[in-house]
């Protein structure tokens, strides 16, 4: 059974008067407070330019070396179709913290941030209802030189920060410059102060997640950490390249190492839960932000076998990613879900286990259901996207892909095999079922519409590369 919804402000002071009491330091410093009764924790590993076959599990590519996260998977569901919405970083994060398709509200493209202070995360829905909520990484939702040209100088940009958009607690930041409100080793700082730390950044976002969760582990807590990694520039200690000396491609075994202090991450996370008595209390969800990119000039050492295209297409190479959910003891261990998510899905999932009510505006579903029965009926018939000029649609059995220069590719999707002869020439009544129902989820969208004024260059190229249209 689920964790009864309870009255969480109400939990919240006893549990930080009884840590005051007590000598502790449940509601601002380290937390020594054992197991916990209540409303579960939530935590959301997002990885960036993660390639599907880059997790040691999926047994697709047998350099990769990820062993906490296989035992992530193992303890709950591994998902073999798990998709994003975006084939880009900022658009796909936009769809993962309001639980909308980002078309909903313009935001399509790296170039259409910040994310508007208008749009509810999930973070501020989580604060709403009692929990603490935290963030280290990369955020890619706020104000930088892709839409700087926006604003006026001097405009304030905590607003389109991770401290603006729900988060109590934030070190955001790519490399060495972060954004935070503690250190990585807790130390508090005033809010929105520039900290400098020269480690390798997934390492410095894990420690701080560790510090996170020891400040709040007598209360409910919301931990984000979108890891910047794999992405480029390509960096790595050099003890976690050593482990891969073998790997001879220079890109790839710095790609590998980068993979490997992710997983590092993921393992003291799940320590850190579990020095506090917190693991079976602790929803944990883990996905990609978008494919790899694998284009010669663009390659991260990532791959995403043995699906086709990459990074910037809506073929499942560009939105087809790692996907794990994990709840121990509320959850089955050890499943394996083929029916079709979204990172949409994660939003609604988190309300609902939060037992906050779910908006109507969402566009997930909640995945908990079809986990813990896997006779029930799949969670959707399908899955949309529009990028730039490419749209598409995915049902259990066809994709759809729609370019903007009118060519239409259709692929079978029932045998699970990577996108290859276009079909769309002997079965031009499923590409016209088919695009019926993508134009009209498209005409929800800002602006609406499939694109059908031309094809972009770079979309085109990326096709021809992959040797998808001629």
């Known amino acids: ?240 390249r050593e482990i891969f000396s073998t790997t001879t491609n220079e890109t790839r075994k710095t790609a590998l190492a980068m993979l490997h202090a992710m997983d590092r991450g993921v393992g003291r996370i799940r320590e850190e839960l579990a020095a506090r008595g917190l693991s079976e209390n602790t929803l944990i969800i883990y996905a990609g932000d978008n494919g790899a990119p694998v284009s010669p000039r663009a390659w991260n050492g990532s791959l995403n076998t043995p699906l086709a295209g990459e990074k910037g297409m809506l073929t499942d190479g560009g939105v087809r990613v790692p996907y794990i959910v994990t709840w121990p003891e509320q959850l089955p261990a050890g499943q394996i879900y083929t029916q079709l998510a979204s990172t949409l899905d994660i939003a609604t999932t988190a309300l609902a286990v939060a037992g906050v009510d779910i908006p109507e505006d969402l566009d997930g579903e909640n995945l908990l259901p079809a986990l813990q029965d896997p006779e029930l009926p799949p969670l959707r018939s399908a899955l949309y996207w529009r990028f730039k000029t490419q749209a598409a649609i995915r049902t259990n059995d066809w994709k759809l892909i729609t370019l903007g220069d009118g060519q239409r590719l259709l692929y079978r999707t029932a045998d699970d095999q990577p996108e290859g002869d276009n079909l769309a020439a002997a079965y031009p009544e499923v590409v016209e079922s088919l695009e019926a129902e993508l134009t009209a989820w498209a005409a929800t969208l800002s602006p609406p519409g499939i694109p059908d004024d031309g094809i972009a260059t770079a979309d085109r190229n990326f096709y021809r590369y992959h040797e998808l249209i001629p």
């Open 1 to 240: 059974m689920l964790t009864p919804r309870i009255h969480l402000r109400l939990l919240i002071g006893l549990t930080c008067l009884g840590a005051l009491l007590g000598g502790l330091h449940g509601c601002d410093g380290e937390s020594t407070v054992g197991e916990r009764e209540g409303p579960p924790n939530i935590i959301v590993f997002f990885t960036d330019d993660h390639g599907f076959a880059d997790l040691g599990i999926a047994g697709l590519e047998p350099d990769v070396l990820t062993p906490h996260t296989d035992t992530l998977a193992r303890d709950g569901t591994l998902f073999t179709k798990g998709f994003v919405t975006a084939p880009q970083c900022s658009p796909s994060r936009a769809g993962l913290l309001t639980g909308i398709y980002q078309g909903r509200f313009g935001h399509e493209t790296n170039l259409d941030g910040p994310l508007s202070p208008d749009m509810i995360t999930l973070a501020e829905r989580l604060r709403d209802a009692g929990y603490r909520t935290g963030m280290a990484g990369k955020w890619h939702l706020g104000i930088d030189q892709n839409n700087r040209d926006k604003f006026p100088e001097d405009v304030d940009t905590t607003p389109y920060s991770a401290q603006g958009q729900g988060f109590d607690e934030f070190f955001e930041g790519e490399r060495n410059v972060f954004r935070a409100s503690h250190q990585a080793n807790g130390t508090r700082v005033a809010p929105g102060t520039a900290v400098r730390d020269e480690r390798f950044r997934v390492d410095a976002a894990s420690e701080w997640g560790q510090a996170f969760i020891r400040r709040n582990a007598s209360r409910p807590f919301f931990l984000y950490l979108p890891y910047f990694a794999p992405h480029v520039p390509l960096e790595a200690p050099d003890a976690d």
